[in-house]
């Protein structure tokens, strides 16, 4: 009886371990890179893990050998040498080559990107992230939780916060960075493959911390380009008599006091650009589908998929006004 209830636990974390491993081919992985600095730092976590598996098969190895296959004792001038070989020597030398091979990565790790990089700057705010493109003169492009990046190129990111620290971390493309209000940090990422990934807060931030995530897309740098011309210009007119009305009512109910749309007269700050929001993947800094059912439900109740969101909730609208103002916004591509 005994025996049952203690195997039980332990298959349950076998099924664990499985699943966990199983995420590791995600778009959001470490194990995975698809970026230089990721590459360098899936190597290192590698190297460890078979220094860690190594020298733990020798001490069980050892363990094994003094419990059942030799149980006489040493005599001392052995066990001294057993102990300061084995205690002093052996992780003394061990611990260094591994430390040295770590920090032999870091002046790579931590170099800024070549003159003339694409530059992005990223800011954390209680949840999502503000992304800007500076282009020349005043044109510039930008977006919420989303980045899109040109395959192969070293991309300068500036980071900084505007109200808590938060963490900004691609685990597919490389390291984590904090984001520091009144500072600005910088990384370099560099994506080695076309394709979506995922990057998260790893710090933190309050009540909807694990709710603050964004997507990544590698892109060809001829896509990419053509992407952030659309992006640099202002809003499209909306197609349809169903999303005029939907432009109207944005007015009316005063969102430009807080969403830009360039453009137009909406020119608020505070929440995030929704000049090109139809074009995104995703709603609500990585949590739902951008679709126009997401669209209406975030509008409508905002606090209901993040807790603590500082839109306020929309739901005296009715169901037309909805059905409008979500037309209108997901053609904003
Ligand atoms: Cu932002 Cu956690």
């Not at 003094?66 to 061990?94: C, E």
Request: net charge neutral; glycine share 10%.
């Amino acid at each position: 009886m005994i025996r049952k209830n203690y195997i039980l636990p332990r298959s349950a974390l076998g099924l664990l371990g499985l699943t966990s491993m199983a995420g590791c081919d995600g778009a959001q992985s470490a194990l995975a890179p698809a970026g230089r600095a990721a590459v360098q730092i899936a190597n290192l976590f590698w190297v460890m893990l078979a220094g860690a598996v190594v020298i733990w098969l020798v001490v069980i190895g050892l363990a094994t050998y003094a419990k059942f296959i030799n149980r006489k004792p040493h005599d001392s001038w052995r066990a001294k040498y057993l102990i300061i070989g084995g205690g002093v020597v052996i992780p003394t030398i061990v611990l260094f080559a591994l430390l040295s091979y770590g920090l032999a990565m870091l002046p790579d790790l931590l170099a800024p990107a070549p003159a003339g990089s694409l530059r992005i700057q990223v800011s954390g705010l209680q949840w999502w992230w503000r992304v800007r493109y500076a282009g020349e003169d005043d044109r510039f492009a930008e977006l919420a939780n989303e980045i899109r990046l040109p395959v192969g190129e070293p991309v300068e990111f500036e980071l900084g916060s505007a109200d808590v620290i938060h963490s900004f971390w691609i685990p597919s493309l490389g390291g984590k960075m904090d984001m520091i209000p009144g500072r600005q940090n910088r990384l370099r990422l560099e994506p080695l493959r076309t394709g979506v990934f995922r990057g998260v807060c790893a710090e933190y931030c309050g009540a909807s911390h694990a709710l603050m995530s964004f997507y990544v897309v590698v892109m060809e740098p001829d896509d990419f380009a053509a992407w952030l011309a659309t992006q640099q210009q202002p809003a499209q007119a909306p197609a349809s008599p169903l999303a005029e009305r939907g432009e109207i009512l944005f007015q009316q109910l005063g969102c430009g006091a807080c969403h830009s749309i360039r453009g137009t007269d909406a020119a608020g700050g505070v929440g995030p650009d929704l000049t090109h929001v139809g074009g995104r993947l995703s709603l609500a800094a990585g949590l739902v589908k951008n679709d126009r059912e997401h669209l209406q439900q975030w509008i409508r109740q905002p606090k209901q998929m993040k807790p603590e969101a500082l839109m306020p909730a929309f739901d005296m609208l009715p169901p037309g006004d909805l059905e409008a103002l979500s037309a209108y916004l997901e053609g904003l591509k």
